[in-house]
């Protein structure tokens, strides 16, 4: 596991760091986002559908429980914040990456705030990639954005920040 931290200044430069990461990941990726309430974790998302070509509009998840949008992949977006473990488990999150056709790649990728309260269940298969997104509130309009992930996936990433 590798990792990139970097400073966000305001809220549209946090819809563009969603976006440009929004671009380049690939099917088969689960982001989980951690932070303080307001930290920016739904706005990322915003970028992220952005990224993804996704024209619906991206409304807090909280409670529709999974709001599922259709672009270049399929983008699955859930708040844990709420829910206890039973209720996490009956959300029937592993239908994201059971039962696909092995031979078709990943359509799919997930975006999940509160994600580690679902750590657990995650699969472990290599070729989903998980990228752990952390929000700090700095002051009123700077953030911290911390992301762990596999190297080549933050590789990618970098370039694609620095791009935009
Ligand atoms: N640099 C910044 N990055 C992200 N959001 C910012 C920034 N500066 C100000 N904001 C504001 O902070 C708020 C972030 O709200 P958002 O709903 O994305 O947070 P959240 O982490 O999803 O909260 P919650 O835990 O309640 O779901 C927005 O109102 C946004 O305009
Ligand atoms: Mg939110």
Same mark, same amino acid.
């Given at each position: 596991? *590798?990792?990139?931290?970097?400073? +966000?200044? +305001?809220a549209?430069?946090?819809? %563009?760091?969603?976006r +440009?990461? &929004? %671009?380049?990941?690939?099917?088969?990726?689960?982001?989980?986002?951690?932070?303080?309430?307001?930290? &920016?974790?739904?706005?990322?998302v915003?970028g @992220?559908?952005q990224?993804?070509? /996704?024209?619906?509009?991206?409304? =807090?998840?909280?409670f529709? @429980?999974i709001q $599922?949008?259709?672009g270049g992949l399929? @983008?699955?977006h859930?708040?844990?914040?709420?829910l206890?473990?039973?209720e996490?488990?009956?959300?029937?999150?592993?239908?994201?990456?059971?039962?696909?056709v092995?031979?078709q790649?990943?359509?799919? *990728?997930l975006?999940i705030?509160?994600?580690?309260?679902? %750590?657990?269940?995650?699969?472990k298969?290599? =070729?989903?990639a998980i990228l752990? @997104?952390?929000?700090? /509130?700095?002051?009123?309009? =700077?953030r911290?954005?911390?992301?762990?992930g596999?190297?080549?996936c933050?590789? %990618? $990433?970098?370039? +694609?920040?620095?791009k935009s």
């Amino acid at each position: 596991m *590798a990792q990139i931290t970097f400073k +966000s200044n +305001s809220a549209a430069e946090t819809l %563009k760091t969603g976006r +440009s990461i &929004g %671009k380049v990941i690939l099917g088969g990726t689960i982001l989980t986002l951690e932070g303080d309430l307001g930290s &920016g974790k739904t706005l990322f998302v915003k970028g @992220l559908a952005q990224g993804l070509k /996704i024209s619906q509009e991206i409304t =807090s998840p909280t409670f529709a @429980l999974i709001q $599922i949008y259709h672009g270049g992949l399929e @983008l699955y977006h859930v708040d844990l914040y709420r829910l206890n473990e039973k209720e996490i488990l009956e959300l029937g999150l592993e239908d994201c990456w059971r039962n696909r056709v092995p031979t078709q790649p990943q359509n799919w *990728a997930l975006a999940i705030e509160w994600g580690n309260k679902a %750590k657990a269940i995650f699969p472990k298969e290599k =070729s989903i990639a998980i990228l752990q @997104l952390n929000f700090k /509130i700095l002051s009123k309009y =700077s953030r911290n954005i911390k992301i762990e992930g596999p190297l080549e996936c933050l590789k %990618k $990433i970098q370039t +694609s920040l620095q791009k935009s």
